[in-house]
């Protein structure tokens, strides 16, 4: 339970960089508002009865917006007065309301004035009708039109000066959107949970117009965008799914499931494909209970959908709703969606479609505005010792001095520091250990021999087939020296083969150990045991099928993780469990090892992804964010960051120093199910479950190529050697290299399109396609490049 206990710590307080927190939202009379990047600046707050106001900038970026909760306070010392007052309280309540609603006219803060007036409908309620609604409503005009007024601005704006406490009243102001009545509990205090308390988040839907008139309101924005120009139907129509779905949500939560039931059916064929698995959840919410413990449901409800939209769309939009009168639709416009507003030409449907399709719609542009350091680290100094084999590298002199312009000269890491490179120190790696010092020594040899790849020279590939598994091949992985390829089963085994000749062999006994030379020159040869020397060593322990596996760099160490919620460190020296990793709550989808070792990453069914060293029980870091699984996670190459492909349909880069969140990737339109960095650090590819392989430039952070070709889910994706070449391996039994240096050179990545986000894909996925390789009938699951450029692929054979 320790690690547990630590593990919500982590999740409650990891907040994103930039742009509001993705899991943990706001609760009601909650202090974490919608810029969690920005400061928040708290007014006086004198004794049992003064006005408290705070305001947030941040990711939200434009006008800091300043929202109300209503809580009773209680006078100092007293016991704190639940939110929902009783009937007895309820005139000298609305007298307080009527003063405060007042207060907040005078001092023009619009904003307040309408959120105030929301939560004093549901006061309304909670008192049984007591006194008359006219005084409430007589202020309506003026809401109304502070209602249309609104506008979230993209440019980021300084924090408004706190107006001063005045009057005697129980008004608690606070950064964020109050998502329905304040919490119990103490006057501005701020609710830490690692979940959004249910109730509190769909108390949101309680504001209702009238349900028979929200197919009018629907159809009519639906008439307005589609008889709007070209050039903004295609952003505007970014808004038919989101506020479909909230539509849909505030009818079933109100009891209208007629109207609700109608609503769906009418319009849920005009929605985007790529949202139908959504909508199939959706159509089985039918009831109030139903919504209470849907996890979908309540990630639509707590992280805004974001739709990225320019200025002329926007003021098109506001205007038309203005002239309507239309609320309803507005009021889940303000509440529901976060509107990215940039100034410029509007994007056409094909630069919107390539980015949109995620669970909560778009990243903001702030998200991946952050530096990141995707250069590669120096390599340590190795002195490399003359042999006979040197002589290949016609080097006169024989100096292996010679030899690393060579290295350098086919993409591997530079000797200098590369600029856009991390500090050394700047995460604590481990030493190189004289093993790993040998190991280097054979790389740089074996690096010598490789073969150089381009579009007229295609690798070859090898293929292990996996025959007899019958569907059970859950997880591959090759060792980087291609020595030993490692296969989790669904039948809870690990099993390891050797692919070259040398067998596998433990360790001696303890008693056999003792009778050693310690000092002879063969001591690693003479401490295994032949008797026990075999081609296949299975691994037992897991409890639940093996999801995932990763060889250590140096060969000594296999990681696993599975079903039954574990990530399990097998040593390869006497093929035995050392450790078991206890953290995630649910199945482990992936697990893997930094390039350097000791450090690994592992993600899961409970969408987060966590960083742990490997004489650690506990995670280091826990990266909290996604919406729904983490399907598969990746180093980058220098170790200072890791990346994180989930069911929500996006990817994440994650900061290893801090647990930050400093990209977020939207495109694909299915889940992501693999992930691989150049080996330069500076791109990023993916595959999801569309057959889509989407290219992305990490220090900008655009997509910048798409690659179509594939029919079924892209299981793994790898890049050759130096980086020339990118192998995609696919559930249609394909095989498929692709051009990667044509598919990133003239890279499109000026200051406009950083900042506005208009990405121009090239079609040219079939001028990049350089080969497909077809298997009978084997999925492909895993895809390796050896030291020499060979590609080894692995599946498991599937009768048809």
Known sequence: MAALAEEQTEVAVKLEPEGPPTLLPPQAGDGAGEGSGGTTNNGPNGGGGNVAASSSTGGDGGTPKLTVAVSTAAPAGAAPVPAAAPEAGAPHDRQTLLAVLQFLRQSNLREAEEALRREARLLEEAVAGSGAPGEVDSVGAEVASALLSRVTASAPGPAAPDPPGTGASGVTAVSGSASGPAAPGKVGSVAVEDQPDVSAVLSAYSQQGDPTMYEEYYSGLKHFIECSLDCH????????????????????????????????????????????????????????????????????????????????????????????????????????LYIDIFDGMPRSKQQIDAMVGSLAGEAKREANKSKVFFGLLKEPEIEVPLDDEDEEGENEEGKPKKKKPKKDSIGSKSKKQDPNAPPQNRIPLPELKDSDKLDKIMNMKETTKRVRLGPDCLPSICFYTFLNAYQGLTAVDVTDDSSLIAGGFADSTVRVWSVTPKKLRSVKQASDLSLIDKESDDVLERIMDEKTASELKILYGHSGPVYGASFSPDRNYLLSSSEDGTVRLWSLQTFTCLVGYKGHNYPVWDTQFSPYGYYFVSGGHDRVARLWATDHYQPLRIFAGHLADVNCTRFHPNSNYVATGSADRTVRLWDVLNGNCVRIFTGHKGPIHSLTFSPNGRFLATGATDGRVLLWDIGHGLMVGELKGHTDTVCSL?????????????MDNTVRLWDAIKAFEDLETDDFTTATGHINLPENSQELLLGTYMTKSTPVVHLHFTRRNLVLAAGAYSPQ
């Open 718 to 730: 790898r890049f050759s050697r130096d980086g020339e070449i990118l192998a995609s391996g696919s």
């Open 233 to 336: 139907r295609a952003e505007l129509s970014q808004l038919f799914y989101p506020l479909f779905v909230h539509m849909y949500l505030e009818l079933v939560y109100n009891q209208h499931e007629n109207e609700a039931k109608s609503f769906f059916e009418k319009f849920h064929g005009d929605q985007e494909c790529y949202y139908q698995d959504d909508l199939r959840v959706l159509s089985s919410l039918t009831k109030k209970e139903h919504m209470k413990g849907n996890e979908t449901m309540l990630d639509f409800r707590t992280s805004k959908f974001v739709l990225r939209i320019s200025r002329d769309s926007y003021q098109l939009l506001k205007r038309h709703l203005q002239e309507k009168q239309n609320n309803q639709i507005w009021n889940i416009v303000q509440e529901h």
